[in-house]
């Protein structure tokens, strides 16, 4: 059973143009996690979706970035117009859904480092 | 904001038991406590999770005080591999009054295994 796939694993961007990371989650799971940690930092939760739905955006920065999650293919988590301070390693992380695993713990990939030069 | 307190850095011997306190005095009855490493440029990895009975499984032991304000992991026979970042962190279930099941990372505590 393959575990979280992250992709790329490392991107680099200019100032200004888009990044797209995108994360497939691990097989029969259907809710995917978001984290970003800074150089030397802990690691922040930025946003919790289901399919087609966002649950929880509170860690979200208010511009620039976007989630989603359809109902085929992985989730992509999107910085437009990058600037240096997006410089981090985003993690990915996916649980089950069913109503009787309520406490299922999440599952991270090895994340992507982007760089913004 | 993290609800648990723990040391920042720890070291142990390469293999004897490495204990890694945690302090969690505002618990609440519903709320698990789960255990997280992050060996360095890896994504976190699970390690154990439990609600006030002792937990063991292949990688570690889960000890809760009665109380649950406090647990202990335990690694029994740490390798320099067990080297890492270790996180104890305290987590409503999904389907509690709305919670949205994220789980909110401390600092953490650096565990230095020494040959």
């Known amino acids: 059973n393959a575990g979280v796939m992250q992709n790329p694993r490392h991107l680099v961007r200019r100032r200004g143009q888009e990044a797209r990371l995108r994360c497939s989650p691990m097989?029969?799971?259907?809710?995917v996690y978001w984290y970003r940690q800074l150089p030397e930092e802990g690691l922040k939760f930025m946003v919790y979706l289901q399919k087609e739905n966002i649950i929880d955006e509170s860690g979200m920065p208010k511009e620039r970035f976007s989630a989603e999650f359809p109902k085929e293919g992985p989730s992509i988590l999107r910085i437009q117009q990058v600037v240096r301070g997006d410089s981090a390693a985003y993690f990915c992380?996916?649980?089950?859904?069913?109503?009787?695993?309520?406490?299922?713990?999440?599952?991270f990939g090895n994340g992507t480092r982007l760089t913004v030069t | 904001d993290a609800k648990t307190t723990q040391p920042t850095s720890m070291d142990c011997a390469e293999g004897r038991a490495a204990n890694l306190p945690c302090n969690h005095s505002t618990i609440s009855g519903n709320e698990y406590v789960y255990w997280y490493r992050q060996i360095h440029s890896q994504g976190p990895q699970y390690i154990i999770h439990g609600l006030k009975n002792n937990e063991t499984n292949e990688m570690a032991s889960l000890i809760i005080t009665e109380d649950r304000k406090s647990s202990t992991l335990i690694l029994p026979h740490a390798t320099l591999r067990d080297t890492a970042v270790y996180y104890c962190i305290v987590r409503v279930p999904m389907n509690y009054g709305g919670a949205t099941n994220k789980l909110i990372f401390g600092t953490g505590t650096l565990l230095a295994v020494q040959p």
């Open positions: 992380a996916s649980s089950p859904e069913t109503p009787r695993i309520f406490n299922s713990p999440l599952h």
């Open positions: 097989k029969g799971h259907s809710h």
